[in-house]
């Protein structure tokens, strides 16, 4: 398994029983053997030696191993599923609460308090996105931003993305008056608006457990107004009413995170 390192942790409280956190997760990487070896000697040289190697933390080390696209695409799903799980011990030692996943059916839930849990984590990467030198390297650093939200009212959906949604992409999946209302805003807003929606349908998949088509395909455009005055307020998260489902949605833009609950 991956040995994982979480940093940039962010906590948001969004009501009196619901929090979430967000965190970028890496991969930690082992040292080369020869600055290893060139740390030892200079260990050796110095007048400090009891103090110096009582104050190393010593790990075996192996060779690098060839890897293929694949094995890396699965360190990497393994890196996130640690991460996320890593990432709710953080948010609940934050909150001191003890308490253990239940991941036995969906949606996930806190054995004790029975709190509802729900994880995101950016995309794996592709195959024609990992160039042969990657495939190659067991140290290649790989990371992935992470996040996690509890809620005790009912269940709650978060996603975060690192990158736009493909605007190809939206043009299958999204109904005709969401497509007509992102054409009429200019360039500078279409991505965002397009990257909120596709996150306000993916947390909408998690809550209902909807199938991915089903949930793409019901029509958020009566929310596009909304989300345009979010980005326009960045630095501070936006909470929007959803009429049609009483879910409310946050924007946290500086976490490229929304999450309804």
Partial sequence: ????????????????????????????????????????????????????????????????????????????????????????????????????????????????????????????????????????TINKLMSSEVAVVISGHRPAGIDIESNNVVWKVAKRFYSNNELAAICTLPNTQRDLIATLLWQIKESFIKIHQYTLAQGLGIDYAYLIADLVSSIEAPLSPTIISDPKSHYRITVLSDQQTVVVF
């Fill in 1 to 136: 398994m991956p040995i994982l390192n979480l940093t940039h942790i962010r906590y948001t409280q969004l009501s009196p029983t619901t929090w979430c956190a967000s965190a970028q997760v890496n991969e930690l990487s082992f040292p080369h053997s020869k600055v290893l070896n060139r740390t030892a000697s200079a260990l050796l040289n110095s007048n400090e030696l009891p103090l110096a190697l009582n104050s190393l933390i010593w790990q075996h080390y192996c060779s690098p191993l060839p890897l293929s696209i694949r094995q890396i695409a699965h360190r990497q799903r393994q890196l996130q599923r640690q991460g996320v799980r890593s990432l709710l011990k953080q948010l609940l030692n934050q909150l001191t609460i003890i308490d253990t996943l239940n991941e036995s059916a969906f949606p996930y839930r806190l054995i004790n308090s029975g709190y509802y849990v729900c994880f995101s984590h950016t995309s794996a990467h592709k195959k024609n996105s990992v160039s042969k030198h990657a495939a190659q």
